[in-house]
């Protein structure tokens, strides 16, 4: 083959190696290394990703962005180290393929808005939840909220079963 048609050809076979890049020497799921410098890219919208990619996402972003507003209301009980993806997916997730909603309290239609209720700890939970939970967790996944004129919008019935 002359050389001019072998250089693009030898071009593109280079291309396609996977090259070796400083932050793939940096091993953050080993043990020993717990520095964590390197940085999580969201691969794109929640909606295009594949499995493994909303895993990763959740676990990088969710986890992190969502577990300082619930441990407003009680830092004890959702602390940084025990909250994780059962505390919205249910205990049994992955039996459940990730199903939601799955295992979390339920809420009543009587019940709401709930930042509305005679009970002050439901209240806090409510606008809690009304005011910064609903709307943080929409954004993260680019969705928008749920009301009359946008019914596909997310609400908490994302998370919590709504019974009578
Ligand atoms: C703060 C609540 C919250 C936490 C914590 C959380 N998730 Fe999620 N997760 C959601 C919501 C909400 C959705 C979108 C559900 C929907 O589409 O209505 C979702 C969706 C997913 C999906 C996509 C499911 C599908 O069918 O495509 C996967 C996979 C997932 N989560 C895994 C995890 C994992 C693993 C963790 C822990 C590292 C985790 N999540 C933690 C709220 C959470
Ligand atoms: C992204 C998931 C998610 C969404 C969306 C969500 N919640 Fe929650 N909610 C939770 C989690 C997690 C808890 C804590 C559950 C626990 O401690 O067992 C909770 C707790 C609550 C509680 C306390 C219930 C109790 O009896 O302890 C109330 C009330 C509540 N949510 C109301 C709402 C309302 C109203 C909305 C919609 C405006 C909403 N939630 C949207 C995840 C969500």
Not at 14 to 28: E, I, K, R, S, V
Not at 65 to 88: H, R
């Amino acid at each position: 083959m002359p050389l001019n048609r072998l250089l693009p050809l030898l071009l593109l076979l280079l291309a396609a190696c996977p090259a070796t890049t400083p932050a793939d020497d940096d091993d953050d799921d080993s043990a020993a290394d717990d520095d964590d410098s390197t940085p999580y890219v969201q691969p794109g919208p929640f909606e295009d990703m594949e499995r493994e990619e909303r895993i990763e996402f959740m676990r990088h972003v969710v986890v992190p962005t969502m577990q300082p507003l619930l441990a407003q209301i009680d830092p004890e009980k959702y602390n940084e180290v025990d909250f994780g993806c059962d505390d919205c997916h249910g205990e049994d997730y992955i039996d459940a393929d990730y199903e939601m909603p799955n295992g979390i309290v339920e809420l009543s239609v009587s019940n709401f808005p709930h930042s509305q209720n005679a009970d002050p700890e439901l209240r806090e939970y409510g606008e809690l939840m009304e005011d910064e939970f609903l709307p943080t967790m929409a954004g993260l996944l680019g969705r928008e909220l749920w009301t009359q004129q946008t019914p596909d919008g997310m609400s908490c019935s994302a998370c919590h079963p709504i019974v009578n």
